[in-house]
């Protein structure tokens, strides 16, 4: 049973539709990730969070709007996608400053029609 | 520019047998090395990490090798099983004065025949 929990487990959704995907860690860390994982390609940091406040964005296209309301949740808005955004979105925590090791969900397997 | 070159891509083995997965770094401010694995339908999780001070780190059947001067590191399963099919990851982390970041190879996709 993995310490952080991803819904919805899939995603269709049209290019005009709006949704968010959530995340939520009970492993008391104090940073939160989106990644995107797409075929073939290695693993796109797209968004960190620490202590609730974000410290990176990886270029990330701006119909990708991330949100951290607390160091427990993270959803990740997405609005007006391409087709080309399908993908497994994951999201990730640790505890910042003690090491490299990252807990992943099982990720929202997003296809954009 | 990709930070971590892993190699190879694919990788089927008879069970028994001990694959070795490669990978190679550029940033000497590097300091740590995870390997994660991957199941389908699964987020990836650790499987072993080692820091850059041992030049091998074992973990049941699953080892490192370090390699410091010549920038690599790679990953040997001995005994392999029909379980440990997944795809593997290599990692390479560098500490931030805020936030470290953790850079992934692209993966190697494991198959081991029964």
């Known amino acids: 049973e993995t310490g952080v929990t991803q819904t919805p487990r899939h995603l269709v959704m049209g290019m005009t539709n709006k949704k968010s995907l959530k995340c939520e860690q009970h492993l008391g860390h104090n940073a939160m990730y989106w990644y995107k994982q797409s075929a073939k390609k290695p693993l796109e940091l797209m968004f960190v969070y620490n202590f609730k406040e974000q410290t990176e964005n990886n270029s990330v296209p701006s119909r990708f709007s991330p949100e951290c309301p607390n160091s427990s949740h993270l959803f990740l808005h997405l609005h007006t996608l391409q087709p080309e955004d399908s993908a497994l979105y994951l999201c990730a925590s640790s505890q910042e400053g003690i090491t490299g090791d990252l807990h992943f969900g099982n990720g929202t397997r997003l296809t954009v029609t | 520019q990709q930070q971590v070159k892993q190699s190879p891509q694919s990788l089927i083995v008879q069970k028994g047998g001990i694959p070795i997965i490669n990978c190679a770094y550029e940033?000497?401010?590097?300091?740590?090395f995870p390997w994660y694995q991957q199941f389908p339908g699964k987020g990836p999780a650790l499987l072993i990490a080692i820091r850059p001070d041992v030049s091998e780190k074992k973990e049941g059947r699953f080892t490192i090798s370090f390699n410091k001067s010549a920038k690599q590191f790679s990953l040997h399963i001995m005994d392999s099983q029909p379980g440990d099919s997944a795809t593997y990851f290599c990692?390479?982390?560098?500490?931030?004065?805020?936030?470290?970041?953790?850079?992934f190879g692209r993966g190697t996709q494991l198959t081991v025949w029964p």
């Open positions: 940033n000497t401010a590097f300091d740590y």
């Open positions: 990692a390479s982390w560098v500490g931030g004065s805020t936030l470290g970041r953790l850079y």
